[in-house]
Every structure is written in C-alpha cells, then in structure tokens.
C-alpha cells in the first residue's frame, strides 16, 4: 500500500467541510453583502431605531458570522455520532482506493474515481460520486500534497485512455 490511514471523522472535521462547502460558493458573496448592509443599517439609522427594530439589526449583524457557523457545528456533532461509530481504514495503491469499516471491505478502482478536491484544511475523496471521504490535515499530515498528486495523476492517466487521446 502506498498510503494507508486509519482514522474517525471528529464534529471539527465535519464542520471545516461544511463551512468550506458554504465559504466557497455564491453563499459566501451574499453572507458579506447582507451582513455589511446590516452593519451600514445600524450606523445610518440604530439611535432611531424601536427595540424590535434594534433587536432584529442585531440579529441580522450576526446572523452569518456567529449564527450560521454555530448551526453548522451542531448539524456536525450530530453527523459525527450518526456516522463515527468505528475507525475507517483506506488505502490507495496502484488498484485504486482500498476501503475498510469493520468487516466491510472494498475496492475502488481508479477508473471508477471522481476528480479529488483539494482544499488547504483537506482532501475530499469521492471515489464514486455518491459517498465522499473527508481526509483533514489532521489525518494526513505531510502526506496530504503527495497523495494529492499521486491520486490525480493516477486518475489523469485513466480519463486520457478512456478518451483514446
């Protein structure tokens, strides 16, 4: 095996995900505008604000920045004891992706792979494009970037004898 790692998924790892799904899409763009005219709103008009109306300024200003990570690190912790019951086991060698939980074993041959996301906190490892790994720096270590490539070139490799070029 060229690289094995065993590992349980923490609510933190879980939660770097989902902010990470949150924080790199159009989401993010309207998380900023909304909050920055909340802000806006409370320095042009709080003095003449009722109570009700500072009351939802306020609720607005932290809305995104407080509110919403704080949602996604319950949602975490729940999806962390739904599903982290057991250590995983995987493997990636010249076959492909070797996966182990308990007594189940699979394999994952590289030309049945997705494209790997690589984002600066991890790797996202969707071999089939319906059940995803989460690899965090944390379970990676120094190897992140040279499983990264190896994977990818493995996976490029594949998709340009599949397409005949």
Do not use: C
Not at 87 to 94: K, L, N, Y
Request: proline share 2%; hydrophobic share 45%.
């Amino acid at each position: 095996m060229k690289y094995e790692y065993t590992f349980r998924n923490t609510a933190g790892d879980y939660a770097q995900f989902y902010l990470g799904n949150t924080y790199h899409s159009m989401m993010a763009a309207v998380n900023v505008i909304f909050t920055a005219a909340m802000i806006a709103l409370a320095v042009a008009k709080f003095g003449s604000f009722g109570i009700v109306a500072r009351a939802l300024n306020i609720f607005g200003i932290i809305l995104f920045p407080v509110i919403q990570p704080l949602a996604i690190y319950l949602r975490s912790m729940k999806d962390a004891e739904r599903v982290n019951k057991v250590d995983t086991w995987i493997g990636f060698d010249d076959a492909g992706m070797h996966i182990r939980v308990k007594d189940h074993e699979q394999l994952i041959r590289w030309n049945d792979f997705y494209p790997i996301v690589k984002r600066k906190s991890m790797l996202v490892v969707a071999p089939d494009g319906i059940h995803a790994y989460i690899l965090t720096n944390r379970i990676l270590g120094e190897t992140k970037d040279d499983l990264y490539a190896y994977a990818a070139g493995r996976i490029n490799a594949l998709s340009v004898h599949k397409d005949g070029k």
